[in-house]
């Protein structure tokens, strides 16, 4: 935040990425990074805040270890951004959560606990650090959830974070309270750490709410205080009664100038924004005609919503809407099937969106079926190659569609099987596939599936009910 040291430092060696500002050598100064700032803004605006044109940093401090310099370098009163909101979607009913602020700061150093002594790892030490606060606005664990969920794809789609709680690269802390059903004042609260899922933060929410609860009805009093969540006992422990604002001795960071963010910059961010998620949700069902539900799987993921968005822009299908749903179709199904079995994030899937397209259009011309084109996926996503040169390379026919011929196949299977014929006109018609199944050996699998089934029952006539 306030030095040079890289932030890639996931694998590194402890105390590797340091430098003498991360280290907090007396003499050095701080710097501020501005990408940081830009970064903050835009997620500030994307979720609604108003950006005041001045702000300032101030100094934390604190007694824990894990800052090199004995404070940290944070904002207080002024910060970057204020009074913002996001949209959850609480079983198809929209809730607004208030945002309070979205400010800087620099992360700290890592402490590993040993028996008995501690490590300290500076790596993380100096990472900018977004701290987005809520309003105390969300009702249930559930709602917590969703509400990381949002905040999260937000983060993704904007480029800013990459959003990994179990890296902890997406951090959360927790805070809860209870109250008798209509009271209106909030009952005093206490704070969750270390919870490295969303499932996590749920849970730890439904667990804590609990014993709050337990604590009142056994005529106890909530302690304002931070506690830590034991992820496989599925329980919280006191960490440290709360210390508040004054503890920490606030003042303005004598070492920085303050923020001057003119509006111009303002709208220049603004402007520069990506899409965001619920954007996109909408345009899908409105320019592609997806279903909600497809809507949301195809932009839950912004990754998998860019593939999508590559799949149709390379399309020349006249039908724009069934293109897409059969573009979302095979990617949901087949193609994320085989990304996951080949652990390969869909960013550097080998099939390339141009592939997808070629099969899809292979499909559409009925050269070939959809079960040759599950095979015909397999090898391009092996092999990298273009789906009409695999079916060129292994001599794959076209399916027959021709009624007629189909039909006299079918009336020889029907003729070699009366068993089977009188257990489906007896009302088993579960047998039907076995009958297609004859015919399909018959063509060598390249008789098309649909009409084989139509053209059978419509031979068959009526089973008994
Ligand atoms: N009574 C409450 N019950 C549940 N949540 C609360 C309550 N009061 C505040 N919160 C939420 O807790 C978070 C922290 O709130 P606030 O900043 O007021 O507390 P704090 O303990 O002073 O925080 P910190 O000391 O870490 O800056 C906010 O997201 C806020 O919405």
Known sequence: MFCSCSTGYANAAPNTHVCPVCMGMPGVLPVINQSAVIYTIMTALALNCSIPAYSKFDRKSYPYPDLMKGYQISQYDIPLSRNGYLMIDLHGREKQ??????????????????????????????????????????????????????????????????????????????????????????????????????????????????????????????????????????????????????????????????????????????????????????RYQSEYGLSVQDANVMTEDKALGDYFERVMVASQAKDRNARAKAASNWLLSEVVRLLKANSIAIENSPLSPAALVNLLDLLDSERITGKQAKEVLDDAFASGELPEEIVKKKGIKPPITDRAVLGGIIDEVIANNPKVVSVYLNGKTSVLQSLVGQVMKQTRGQARADIVQELLREKLGEPQA
């Open 97 to 282: 959560i208030g945002i309070t602020r979205v400010h800087l700061e620099e992360d700290t150093a890592r402490l590993l606990h040993h028996d008995g002594y501690s490590l300290i790892d500076v790596n993380r030490a100096g990472t900018p650090l977004m701290e987005i606060v809520s309003e105390p606005d969300m009702r249930s664990p559930e709602e917590a959830r969703l509400y990381m969920q949002k905040l999260r794809e937000i983060l993704i789609y904007l480029g800013v974070a990459s959003g990994k709680m179990e890296e902890g690269s997406l951090r959360c802390d927790a805070n809860v309270s209870v109250r008798p059903r209509g009271e209106q004042q909030l009952g005093v609260k206490t704070e969750i750490k270390n919870m490295n899922s969303f499932r996590a933060v749920e849970r730890a929410l439904e667990y804590e709410a609990r014993r709050q609860i337990a604590v009142i009805r056994d005529g106890g009093k909530i302690r304002q205080e931070t506690r830590g969540w034991i992820e496989n006992k599925g329980i919280t422990v006191l960490q440290r009664v709360k210390e508040y604002a004054d503890d920490y001795r606030y003042f303005p960071e004598p070492d920085l100038p303050p923020l001057l963010i003119s509006r111009e910059q303002v709208e220049e961010i603004r402007a520069s924004l990506p899409e965001l998620p619920d954007a996109r949700r909408a």
